[in-house]
């Protein structure tokens, strides 16, 4: 089975199709509804008010999303030579681990979407270490944006601090500009607020349900939570295999590898402040896709045991 993913590229194709297919025929044949929303974010409530009638829609756009994002963020690896580009398999691992938990279209879908832009903007392919200011306000604006469909994701603005960090920017220019594409969206939701009829009402709303912290785990099913729980170790492994990795440029790859592993401590304190747990694991997917991607891709010894491990990730996905 893994060695499908070092053939040649209609292969590795019509395998992800089929993955894909069967990850997400049952829900497409019987869809399930939209997630009602848990706050205010006002993108989210928005995308619910026009959707959510149209439950099939919804499973298809969730779909055809996740799969451009698979894409998008194999190109994304291959790029910054994090992947080779005579594979698919991180494309098949994220849609593995997106369609863990995301049966129609959710908040999470987008907020991965927005995430890979951010790391578009601030992963780098060449040396020294630069991030011009656009970069910077369009990544932090990103950011929040993804935090006006979940109030939660605003978390991760620490996966954010943490590149920065590593970029050793520290002028005052830098955070000034940082903390003026954060509040850019902000500043249009309060501005169309304070517009709107119902200003007081709707800030209080938005005030009012802003999460507290909280972490709920009695409802998980449990083929959710074995899934869950096989796919975070095989990536767990995975990344620490990235982040020990050699390579011609091994500046660079520790880099774009810790950029993504970055995202796996905002992950966790989206987690606790939320009462969608089931879902949010579909937040860690890129850490998951790379390091799994990574598992499988680099075992020379007992073949067989990977395309054993493979098909029941496979299984495990399409039971959940």
Same mark, same amino acid.
């Given at each position: ?67 451009? #994002? ?174 020990? #990795? ?75």
């Amino acid at each position: 089975m893994i060695a499908l993913f070092k053939k040649n590229t209609l292969t590795q194709i019509l395998l992800i199709l089929a993955i894909s297919l069967l990850c997400w025929g049952r829900w497409i044949i019987n869809p399930m509804a939209m997630l009602e929303p848990t706050d205010t974010a006002p993108l989210y409530v928005l995308l619910y008010s026009w959707l959510s009638p149209y439950p099939y829609l919804c499973t298809i756009i969730a779909l055809a999303l996740i799969i451009v #994002e698979a894409v998008f963020f194999n190109a994304l690896l291959v790029k910054y030579g994090l992947s080779s580009n005579n594979t698919l398999m991180p494309t098949a691992t994220f849609i593995m681990a997106m369609s863990a938990t995301n049966h129609t279209l959710t908040p999470f879908i987008i907020i991965n979407g927005l995430l890979l832009v951010v790391l578009y903007q601030v992963m780098l392919h060449s040396t020294p270490f630069t991030l011009s200011v656009n970069r910077i306000s369009n990544a932090t604006a990103l950011i929040s944006i993804c935090g006006l469909f979940y109030y939660p994701a605003f978390a991760f603005i620490l996966t954010y601090l943490f590149i920065v960090l590593s970029y050793r920017l520290y002028t005052w220019r830098d955070w000034a500009v940082m903390l003026l594409g954060l509040a850019a969206p902000l500043i249009l939701l309060f501005g169309f607020l304070f517009l709107s009829n119902n200003w007081e009402k709707s800030m209080a709303d938005v005030l009012g349900t802003m999460p507290m912290l909280q972490l709920q785990t009695e409802d998980i099913p449990v083929p959710n939570m074995l899934c869950n729980i096989v796919l975070t170790i095989v990536g767990f492994i995975g990344i620490v295999q990235l982040l020990s #990795e050699r390579s011609e440029h091994v500046i660079l790859w520790r880099k774009n590898a810790q950029d993504i592993a970055y995202i796996v401590p905002s992950a966790l304190v989206v987690m606790l402040f939320s009462s969608l747990f089931p879902v949010n694991i579909s937040l860690f997917a890129m850490p998951i896709a790379i390091g799994e991607a990574l598992f499988f891709l680099r075992r020379r010894k007992r073949q067989f045991v990977a395309d054993a491990l493979f098909i029941i990730l496979i299984v495990a996905t399409v039971v959940c």
